[in-house]
């Protein structure tokens, strides 16, 4: 099966570019929800991540305390590589053995930081979504509520519009309204829905 890999910075429209493959029957998966099911109470990725970063790591209850871990990983690298190297293979193999459940001509891979994970290699196409800076931080404000600093700082923590750009197989520009969004997508459908059928 085709795999395509999603990427883009945050609030280039990732998910809701997702949501619209998915509108047209294409299975679609998710690193990042993947990841986030992978440090659910209980989990052992969870254990392991405890026993590296120790227990002020986890809340009370015994869930992840997901502040405290962005804030260690954030200002530091070795932390970062650290979760990596524990996260990492377990998301490959998920998604390797969902991807072993589908029959589709192709699936939409969403790997916001494919580039900054180079997971490029699990990938047969990048499908990149882009749209302006300014955008990105007025989307991510109003999304999520965070100030205009922090918003910058993800940006910068992520590899640069301009390399994503020269990344790409193919190409969403999201600085333009829905409605041209979803013809873009369709587009794209019928590409990958050729390919796969040349692959075959
Ligand atoms: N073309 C657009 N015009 C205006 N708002 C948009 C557009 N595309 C996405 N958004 C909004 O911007 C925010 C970020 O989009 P989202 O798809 O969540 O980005 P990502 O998944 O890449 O972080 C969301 O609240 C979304 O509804
Ligand atoms: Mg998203």
Do not use: W
Not at 119 to 135: G, Q, S
């Amino acid at each position: 099966m085709l795999k395509v890999g999603l990427t883009g910075g945050i609030g280039c429209g990732k998910s809701t570019v997702a949501r619209i493959f998915a509108d047209l029957n294409v299975p679609v998966l998710d690193a990042d929800k993947i990841a986030h099911r992978l440090v659910e109470k209980e989990q052992p990725a969870l254990t392991q991540i405890q026993q590296e970063f120790g227990p002020d790591i986890l809340n009370p209850d015994g869930s992840l305390n997901r502040k405290a871990l962005r804030d260690r990983i954030f200002s530091d690298p070795k932390q970062k590589q650290k979760l990596e190297s524990i996260l990492h293979p377990l998301v490959y193999k998920t998604l390797q053995a969902e991807l072993e459940q589908l029959t589709a001509p192709y699936c939409i891979i969403s790997i916001p930081l494919l580039f900054e994970t180079g997971m490029t290699h699990f990938v047969d196409r990048i499908l990149v979504i882009d749209c302006p800076v300014e955008a990105q931080i007025e989307r991510v404000r109003i999304r999520d509520n965070l100030s205009i600093e922090r918003i910058q700082s993800i940006i910068d923590s992520q590899v640069s519009r301009a390399f994503r750009k020269t990344k790409a197989d193919d190409l969403i520009d999201n600085s333009d309204t829905d409605y041209r969004l979803a013809e873009q997508v369709k587009k794209l459908h019928n590409l990958y829905l050729s390919i796969s059928a040349c692959r075959d």
